[in-house]
């Protein structure tokens, strides 16, 4: 952090994934990006690019057969809750309630008990799913189970969030009340977010700067600058921030006109 | 037919109000039962009419007469409760080293080396066949039957925990990890409780497959319990004995399975099935 180097540092980073059966399949070609402390980072590309694969890699799930992965200077080894992530598909615990969920990450810290129900009640009235404290993941909805998803990672307050499409299975008022919600989170405590999504305009408003995917092989095509004032509520309707919008979306449609190509 | 079911069951449990749902339970909770009634009537039916001796077939009122007399001398209650008690104890014997078995072979190279040849070879195998064997080092008393039956039932649950915990959704495990659990608590709070529904039906392989083991060493060794009672029995020409005997086996049989799915049910509560209505 103090040395002038950027806290995450990801240095030509390849991935192949090697199925038992069927042949390989190169996810990640040389991926270079670096991310500075409390930035926010969007990531942008096709579906298939290889978005989810590097977030694996960040997070320590997946080894790093090329290239290197600092954060904070050290290597990264294995899996910790210092980058808490959001997964794509929720992968929350279905023998677990609601609030079982959310606790499961604050029992690993030294919290007494009081302070970590009352830690796990706050997140889930955050994410509006009071009233569902006690149910099962299987009894919920899709955009229900993302709200339990992503109160149970930010309930643990890791300083790197690490976010596959974390809104993408909320409709357009949760989605807007969620994104405030992080913004609201991002700007009070100290966080650095790498986040994953399709929707431009999110994209956008949300982030610092954006990285542009290339097709798979993914491959960073470009960074975008994207520094907007995010407490101006009208701010979607500038030209500049239209104008953003629209550049980024040619890069992204080329890309993914790319990959529809090679399929076929 | 069973499937149709199903479906016109859940429609009709959508359309019902609530107040009345219950008694149409309890109405089609009945009408599984037609299938054995059907059986009983034909039965009894057959043995009054005179087609075969009464010692061929005994009437099941007379079989029925039997078993309630068995019940009042106390015979009853010891050979029901030892072959249940063997039952018993061998499945839960099978269930906790099938289980631990189970999780060495998925976590250990050596242990899934080790025993991944012995349950290939050992499940398919028909174990009745060690029988000689067992009597030969254990005797003939409980310690040989209980033996018997978990070298029988301990199978299904090893092949069942091993599938189960391969199934385990890696997300699950990388979520857990994210949150910091350790070694041993990804395999206790994370990797069981995930496997769970699968090792269950392993375990509801074992079961009953425990009591048929029961039963049958019982045959072959003698002495008390309900396969011991039935050979017994069948030895001194009493067929009522016998017929008791197979209608005490289908009882104490039905009541194990049942509470076994019952089980199931309170421990998979959050599971997707226990929000669905089912025809059992
Ligand atoms: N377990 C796996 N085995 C083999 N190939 C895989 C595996 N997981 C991903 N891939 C391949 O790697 C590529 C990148 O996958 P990844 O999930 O990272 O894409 P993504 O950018 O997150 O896509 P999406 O936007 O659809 O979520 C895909 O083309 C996929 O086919
Ligand atoms: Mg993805």
Same mark, same amino acid.
């Given at each position: 952090?103090? $040395?002038?180097?950027?806290?995450?540092?990801?240095?030509?980073?390849?991935?192949?994934?090697?199925?038992?059966?069927?042949?390989?399949?190169?996810?990640?070609?040389?991926?270079?990006?670096?991310?500075?402390?409390?930035?926010?980072?969007?990531?942008?590309?096709?579906?298939?690019?290889?978005?989810?694969?590097?977030?694996?890699?960040?997070?320590?799930?997946?080894?790093?057969?090329?290239?290197?992965?600092?954060?904070?200077?050290?290597?990264?080894?294995?899996?910790?809750?210092?980058?808490?992530?959001?997964?794509?598909?929720?992968?929350?615990?279905?023998?677990?309630?609601?609030?079982?969920?959310?606790?499961?990450?604050?029992?690993?810290?030294?919290?007494?008990?009081?302070?970590?129900?009352?830690?796990?009640?706050?997140?889930?009235?955050?994410?509006?799913?009071?009233?569902?404290?006690?149910?099962?993941?299987?009894?919920?909805?899709?955009?229900?189970?993302?709200?339990?998803?992503?109160?149970?990672?930010?309930?643990?307050?890791?300083?790197?969030?690490?976010?596959?499409?974390?809104?993408?299975?909320?409709?357009?008022?949760?989605?807007?009340?969620?994104?405030?919600?992080?913004?609201?989170?991002?700007?009070?405590?100290?966080? =650095?977010?790498?986040?994953?999504?399709?929707?431009?305009?999110?994209?956008?408003?949300?982030?610092?700067?954006?990285?542009?995917?290339?097709?798979?092989?993914?491959?960073?095509? =470009?960074?975008?600058?994207?520094?907007?004032?995010? $407490?101006?509520?009208?701010?979607?309707?500038?030209?500049?921030?239209?104008?953003?919008?629209?550049?980024?979306?040619?890069?992204?449609?080329?890309?993914?006109?790319?990959?529809?190509?090679?399929?076929? | 037919?069973?499937?149709?079911?199903?479906?016109?069951?859940?429609?009709?449990?959508?359309?019902?109000?609530?107040?009345?749902?219950?008694?149409?339970?309890?109405?089609?909770?009945?009408?599984?039962?037609?299938?054995?009634?059907?059986?009983?009537?034909?039965?009894?039916?057959?043995?009054?009419?005179?087609?075969? =001796?009464?010692?061929?077939?005994?009437?099941?009122?007379?079989?029925?007469?039997?078993i309630?007399?068995d019940a009042?001398?106390g015979e009853l209650a010891i050979n029901t409760g030892l072959t249940v008690y063997r039952a018993l104890v061998g499945f839960l014997i099978s269930a906790?080293?099938?289980?631990?078995?189970?999780?060495?072979?998925?976590?250990?190279?050596?242990?899934?080396?080790?025993?991944?040849?012995?349950?290939?070879?050992?499940?398919?195998?028909?174990?009745?066949?060690?029988?000689?064997?067992?009597?030969?080092?254990?005797?003939?008393?409980d310690?040989?039957k209980i033996?018997m039956i978990v070298?029988?039932a301990?199978?299904?649950?090893?092949?069942?925990?091993?599938?189960?915990?391969?199934?385990?959704?890696?997300?699950?495990?990388?979520?857990?990890? $994210?949150?910091?659990?350790?070694?041993?608590?990804?395999?206790?709070?994370?990797?069981?409780?995930?496997?769970?529904?699968?090792?269950?039906?392993?375990?509801?392989?074992a079961l009953p497959l425990s009591m048929i083991v029961a039963v049958v060493a019982e045959?072959?060794?003698?002495g008390y319990g309900l396969g011991g009672a039935m050979?017994?029995?069948?030895?001194?020409?009493?067929?009522?004995?016998?017929?008791?005997g197979?209608v005490e086996i289908a009882i104490v049989g039905y009541v194990l399975v049942k509470g076994m799915?019952?089980l199931?049910?309170?421990?998979?509560?959050?599971?997707?099935?226990?929000?669905?209505?089912?025809?059992?």
């Open positions: 952090m103090s $040395n002038g180097q950027p806290q995450i540092v990801i240095d030509k980073v390849s991935h192949m994934y090697r199925p038992p059966r069927g042949k390989p399949v190169l996810a990640l070609d040389d991926v270079s990006l670096q991310v500075g402390t409390r930035e926010f980072l969007a990531l942008l590309g096709p579906s298939g690019c290889g978005k989810s694969t590097l977030l694996y890699l960040l997070g320590g799930f997946l080894p790093i057969e090329k290239g290197a992965i600092t954060v904070d200077s050290k290597p990264v080894a294995a899996p910790g809750p210092d980058r808490g992530i959001v997964f794509q598909h929720f992968a929350l615990f279905p023998w677990k309630t609601v609030r079982d969920n959310i606790l499961y990450g604050l029992e690993r810290q030294s919290m007494p008990k009081d302070e970590r129900l009352a830690r796990a009640q706050s997140f889930i009235d955050l994410v509006g799913l009071s009233g569902f404290e006690d149910s099962f993941p299987s009894q919920l909805s899709g955009g229900m189970k993302q709200r339990t998803a992503l109160a149970r990672t930010l309930a643990f307050d890791p300083k790197i969030l690490l976010m596959d499409e974390p809104f993408g299975a909320l409709d357009a008022q949760t989605r807007h009340l969620m994104q405030g919600e992080l913004l609201n989170i991002w700007q009070r405590t100290p966080k =650095t977010v790498i986040f994953v999504t399709h929707d431009v305009q999110e994209a956008v408003y949300l982030a610092d700067r954006v990285a542009v995917m290339t097709a798979r092989p993914g491959r960073i095509k =470009t960074i975008v600058d994207t520094k907007f004032d995010k $407490n101006d509520p009208g701010i979607f309707k500038t030209k500049v921030f239209v104008d953003k919008v629209d550049e980024l979306w040619g890069l992204v449609r080329d890309e993914a006109i790319k990959a529809e190509r090679r399929k076929v | 037919m069973a499937r149709t079911d199903a479906v016109a069951e859940q429609e009709t449990l959508a359309l019902e109000a609530p107040g009345r749902s219950l008694v149409r339970r309890i109405l089609w909770g009945a009408a599984h039962l037609i299938s054995i009634a059907a059986l009983v009537i034909a039965w009894e039916g057959l043995a009054r009419s005179g087609t075969f =001796t009464p010692f061929v077939l005994p009437s099941l009122s007379s079989v029925i007469e039997r309630w007399s009042q001398s906790v080293f099938g289980i631990l078995i189970g999780l060495a072979m998925s976590r250990n190279v050596v242990a899934n080396w080790f025993f991944d040849p012995v349950v290939s070879v050992g499940f398919p195998m028909p174990k009745i066949a060690f029988l000689p064997v067992v009597i030969l080092w254990l005797g003939v008393y310690v040989s033996t070298v029988d301990i199978f299904p649950v090893i092949a069942a925990t091993v599938i189960a915990i391969k199934g385990v959704e890696r997300e699950l495990i990388w979520s857990a990890r $994210n949150m910091g659990a350790s070694d041993r608590e990804l395999m206790w709070q994370i990797v069981l409780p995930a496997a769970m529904p699968q090792i269950l039906t392993g375990l509801q392989v045959m072959l060794m003698g050979m017994t029995a069948s030895r001194f020409a009493d067929s009522r004995g016998v017929f008791a197979i799915s019952l199931r049910r309170r421990l998979l509560i959050w599971h997707q099935e226990a929000n669905e209505p089912t025809t059992a």
